[in-house]
T-cell receptor, first 117, second 115 residues
Framework: KAGVTQTPRYLIKTRGQQVTLSCSPISGHRSVSWYQQTPGQGLQFLFEYFSETQRNKGNFPGRFSGRQFSNSRSEMNVSTLELGDSALYLC????????????????FGNGTRLTVT | AQSVTQLDSQVPVFEEAPVELRCNYSSSVSVYLFWYVQYPNQGLQLLLKYLSGSTLVKGINGFEAEFNKSQTSFHLRKPSVHISDTAEYFCAVTRGNTGRRALTFGSGTRLQVQP
């Protein structure tokens, strides 16, 4: 079974631009979560989607948004990029039903490394 | 709010020696605890998790962890490490009512296994 696939692997953008990152979950997984990893702040939860609906959201500004398609693939968008948005963005999928109590484990992709100059 | 403290940023150890990676958490409500491992240029892989039941949890690759509610700790142990265990290890916590996929991670511990 193929794992979680994130594209692209590396991305370089200029401050003020916007960027879209893509995540294809493991086949059959309907829940997709996004995390940001930086040296300063560590790993932080961005949001979670299930059946095209955002189910949970972390403490990030509105410049960070996402969506999920009917095939469970997800995209994350960051508008008006800032230097501090440089990070490894990790996507994770799980086989749960999107309930808060669902303890299905997260399966992480290898991430997209975004550099903002 | 919950938080996770990993007390050591780096732990050097010789091959075949035992290792303990320390993790303390703070939360006013019941929590669920996880350990993840991240190899260079890769995503995170779940090592083990504690949701309820036995406080000693066994995971993959010979790792185990013990949940200690009175000391609010969830330390990770391995009796004999291998060179291939060199990686960064993250302790994470979540509460049931905020979603078990909205994890709060510690800052990570880099395990360096030397020959």
């Amino acid at each position: 079974k193929a794992g979680v696939t994130q594209t692209p692997r590396y991305l370089i953008k200029t401050r003020g631009q916007q960027v879209t990152l893509s995540c294809s979950p493991i086949s059959g997984h309907r829940s997709v979560s996004w995390y940001q990893q930086t040296p300063g702040q560590g790993l932080q939860f961005l949001f979670e989607y299930f059946s095209e609906t955002q189910r949970n959201k972390g403490n990030f500004p509105g410049r960070f948004s996402g969506r999920q398609f009917s095939n469970s693939r997800s995209e994350m968008n960051v508008s008006t990029l800032e230097l501090g948005d440089s990070a490894l963005y990790l996507c994770a999928s799980s086989s749960g039903q999107g309930l808060l109590q669902d303890d299905s484990p997260l399966h992480f992709g290898n991430g997209t490394r975004l550099t903002v100059t | 709010a919950q938080s996770v403290t990993q007390l050591d940023s780096q732990v050097p150890v010789f091959e075949e020696a035992p290792v303990e990676l320390r993790c303390n958490y703070s939360s006013s409500v019941s929590v669920y605890l996880f350990w993840y491992v991240q190899y260079p240029n890769q995503g995170l892989q779940l090592l083990l998790k504690y949701l309820s039941g036995s406080t000693l949890v066994k995971g993959i690759n010979g790792f185990e962890a013990e949940f200690n509610k009175s000391q609010t700790s969830f330390h990770l142990r391995k009796p004999s490490v291998h060179i291939s265990d060199t990686a960064e290890y993250f302790c994470a916590v979540t509460r049931g009512n905020t979603g078990r996929r909205a994890l709060t991670f510690g800052s990570g511990t880099r395990l360096q296994v030397q020959p």
